[in-house]
């Protein structure tokens, strides 16, 4: 009777566990294509910060050589390059490996970051999605140039360092074939202010390109009522706030920036960003609700008192801000924009050649505010819309109880991926997903964490747990309301995200009563 016992216990945990979890990474599977596993590779090779920003190149080198895995040719064998990014082996997988150092802190990097170690692979292991792009973009990190930024640049640099003469691709063809790429990702509330140096060194000019750039980015945005708020700090010898964050139409939003002048003066980025913090406090909606604060800080010069932006930045910190810094030409303090920006630097810290680089940059800035994750207190309710292909992202603490997720869908449909690892799971990368609404799930702490409890008299210990909820209706926007709780608090119906058949639960009840025999 043990045994039996034994057996149904085990029987039971593995049910279980077979319905709670469905991970999932397509990263590492070997054929796997398509843009989200294409953006889930790029997203994870920038955010490991073992390269250099490669200013969406990697991403669109993806499109250009196999439309994101979905050309016919793309694994095929004995045809030219393999994988995603089409690297050859013979060439450049071979480079990848001759260069190969354990004390490289590229190669000691992928092997810290991703547990590969590079000197053992062969070229079949391009197959899978992510070791194609580390073989990419270790080629381009091989290149003395610098990656420049516009795609007509970029078209020149592909076929002259990564294509080459023995392609047979053409500058005008990545040109053609980068234009069809679209952005895919939105986000369906934040409240985001930009902070912008308007001092005597930018000059009236360069003001109106950033100025243009603000414009172009807020046009694309969600903006309303419901959706995204947007303010506008502008900043010499003093700041001034030109659009207040609030209940403002898109229309009226425009406007203000668009009538914007250019100042001139000295450089106080401390009082700039103490003003925009402020503006935070009054207007802004709270992130504990799921709503990220975001600041996007733009300057081309060094501050007067770098001292007092280092203090003022950090005062910024405390307050659950996500801040992006922008350096623009030469003269800026790099210290500086670290300071300002949030950790990772490798992710929030952008230098642009002069202010020509706008024009290239909004889709990059896009990308990034969208993948903005926010702390979110465990038992808050929230109600959010989405459309079709919007995206939120909330960062939920889990303790040694784990956690419980709701997610009610009133209109429309609406996704979910929950992750213990990923910032921004999706339907590529991800640990659980509800793809429907009225369900729930139970996500239980990691054996890790236990095991750290059971070790420590601390009882404030955390794991993070990341979700993303992507709309998926078209034409209308779809509405939600999401709720985490500690510990396991739903039943059994609608588990997971999935309803249990009845032959399930009674094989349920059945181990069960076997237990008690």
């Not at 970051?113 to 992510?130: A, M």
């Not at 230098?351 to 702390?375: H, M, N, P, W, Y």
């Amino acid at each position: 009777m043990k045994v039996l016992q034994i057996i149904a216990t085990s029987l039971v945990l593995a049910l279980v566990m077979t319905i709670v979890k469905c991970q999932l990474d397509l990263t590492m599977q070997a054929n796997a294509k398509g843009s989200a596993v294409v953006k889930a590779v790029v997203d994870k090779i920038h955010e490991s910060c073992i390269f250099l920003d490669d200013k969406q190149l990697l991403r669109r080198i993806a499109w250009v050589e196999s439309k994101d895995g979905n050309d016919a040719n793309t694994y095929r064998a004995g045809y030219g390059g393999i994988g995603i990014w089409q690297v050859d082996c013979d060439t450049g997988f071979a480079e990848t490996q001759r260069r190969y150092s354990a004390s490289s802190s590229k190669y000691s990097g992928i092997l810290q970051k991703f547990s590969i170690n590079w000197s053992t692979l062969t070229c079949q292991d391009l197959l899978k999605p992510l070791y194609s792009g580390l073989a990419a973009r270790l080629l381009l990190s091989f290149k003395t140039e610098a990656i420049p930024r516009s795609v007509s640049a970029q078209a020149t640099y592909w076929k002259t360092h990564y294509n080459t003469a023995a392609g047979n691709g053409t500058a005008q063809k990545f040109i053609d074939d980068v234009s069809q790429i679209t952005s895919g990702c939105s986000l369906g509330k934040a409240d985001i202010v930009f902070v912008l140096d308007s001092s005597g060194s930018v000059g009236s000019s360069n003001f109106d390109q950033m100025r243009t750039f603000v414009s172009t980015v807020v046009d694309a945005l969600d903006v309303g009522i419901t959706g995204i708020h947007v303010g506008v700090v502008r900043y010499a010898s003093s700041p001034t706030i030109i659009q207040k964050l609030g209940n403002y139409t898109k229309t009226y939003v425009l406007s203000s920036i668009n009538a914007m002048n250019y100042s001139s003066g000295g450089t106080d980025t401390d009082e700039a960003i103490d003003l925009m913090v402020s503006m935070f406090d009054a207007y802004g909606r709270p992130t504990t609700s799921g709503i990220p604060n975001i600041a996007i800080v733009v300057t081309d010069g060094q501050s007067n008192d770098q001292y007092a932006t280092i203090l003022a930045a950090n005062r910024m910190h405390l307050k659950n801000i996500t801040a992006f810094a922008i350096g623009v030409g030469s003269g800026f303090s790099t210290t500086e924009l670290n300071a300002i920006a949030t950790a990772p630097d490798c992710v929030h810290v952008f230098d642009l050649a002069g202010f020509s680089d706008f024009t290239d940059f909004k889709t990059e800035i896009e990308e990034r505010t969208c993948k903005v994750t926010t702390q979110t207190d465990v038992g808050t309710e929230i109600r959010g819309e989405l459309k079709h292909g919007q995206q939120q992202l909330y960062t939920f603490q889990m303790t040694e109880k784990g956690l419980s997720l709701k997610l009610d869908v009133q209109v429309g449909s609406v996704y979910m991926y929950a992750s213990l690892t990923v910032e921004s799971p999706s339907e590529a990368v991800y640990d659980y997903k509800i793809t429907s609404g009225g369900k729930s799930l139970y996500i239980p702490p990691p054996a890790q964490s236990l095991r750290k409890r059971r070790a420590t008299t601390s009882t404030n210990t955390t794991t993070p747990v990341y979700t993303a909820l992507v709309g998926k209706t078209n034409g209308t926007k779809s509405s939600f309301v999401l709720k985490a709780d500690h510990g396991n608090i739903y039943t059994l119906m609608g588990h997971s995200g999935q309803n249990w058949p009845k032959p399930a639960l009674y094989l349920i009840m059945f181990l069960i009563a076997i237990n008690f025999l």
